[in-house]
Structure formats: structure tokens, C-alpha cells
């Protein structure tokens, strides 16, 4: 797979969105917030919850979740969220366990089956995980809204030139 391309692929998708910059850079960090959080199995139904709620886009949360949390990046992501909520909670969690875990949601074992393995984890894994993750996820969502803001401001002033430059040549 080149990275290249792909870079350019996801490129392309965000600046084929339309509608409220506010709207997609929003729905861009609420994408970003949620890939950061270890609930693998919940993503989609806490994208499109959340994106209903704050009414915004529920594309760009999706292209946004699927940019930071892949097969690719999964296993940094609950390296840092591990890390981060041992060191802020009275429990500690071992590599060990987390890759079990991972080895079976890899398999796309299905919602229930990828809770059950969660369950297994134990109460206390998963405040770790949640922890950590949220508070790696915190930041990136603010500053991923303000980049994708600026982002699509400049592609509607971009739209706005061309269609003005048309108008006046009609």
C-alpha cells in the first residue's frame, strides 16, 4: 500500500465535504476524540450518536476516526492509553493482556463477542484504558478542530473565488 496515496485519497475525501466549516471541523475532532478512546467496538455508534446530538458531520467524524484508529494504529494508540492511564490511576495494567485482547478484536470477532472480550479485561483494565485515552484524546480533538477549521475555511474561500471568477466571465 503506498502511504502517498492514501494521503492523497483522504485528501480529497475532506475537501469534497460541503456544509458548515464549523460543522465538519467539529465533526472532524468528535472523529479524532472518539479514535483515541479504546471502545474499538462502539466507534461507529458513538460517531453518529454524538455527530446527531451535536449536529455535525457525521462523514468527517468517520473519515477523521478511521485516519487515527486502523489496524495500523492500534496498537500505539493502547501502548500511549496504557501508559497514561497506569500513571493516573491506582491500577495497573500489563502489555500482556491488551494484546491478548487485540489478537481477538483483530479476528472481527462481532460487537458482542469484541464486549465480551473487554469484560474479560476486567473493570479496572478498562478504566485504565478509558483514561488514558480520553486524556490523549482531549487535546487532539482541540487541535485537529482548529486545523480541519482553518482547513475548510480556506476551501470555502477558495469555492467562493472560483464561483465569483465564473459569474464574472458568464
Not at 41 to 61: E, G, K, M, N, W
Not at 121 to 139: D, H, M, Q, R
Request: glycine residues 6%; contains cysteine.
Amino acid at each position: 500500500m503506498n502511504i502517498k496515496r492514501r494521503a492523497k485519497y483522504f485528501y480529497l475525501k475532506f475537501r469534497r465535504q460541503e456544509g458548515d466549516p464549523r460543522s465538519l471541523a467539529f465533526g472532524t475532532a468528535i472523529g479524532v476524540f472518539i479514535g483515541f478512546t479504546p471502545t474499538v467496538p462502539l466507534h461507529t455508534i458513538l460517531i453518529v450518536l454524538s455527530s446527531l446530538v451535536t449536529r455535525t458531520s457525521i462523514i468527517t467524524a468517520m473519515l477523521a476516526n478511521t485516519l487515527i484508529c486502523n489496524p495500523f494504529t492500534y496498537v500505539p494508540l493502547y501502548y500511549l492509553a496504557t501508559t497514561v492511564g497506569n500513571i493516573l490511576t491506582p491500577y495497573e495494567l500489563t502489555w500482556d493482556r491488551i494484546e491478548e485482547a487485540l489478537d481477538l478484536l483483530l479476528l472481527h470477532p462481532g460487537l458482542p463477542r469484541s464486549l465480551e472480550v473487554f469484560a474479560d479485561l476486567g473493570y479496572e483494565a478498562v478504566i485504565v484504558l478509558v483514561v488514558g485515552g480520553t486524556v490523549l484524546a482531549l487535546p487532539c480533538a482541540i487541535v485537529s478542530y482548529f486545523l480541519s477549521l482553518h482547513f475548510f475555511l480556506k476551501i470555502r474561500q477558495k469555492r467562493r473565488q472560483k464561483h465569483t471568477l465564473t459569474k464574472v466571465i458568464s
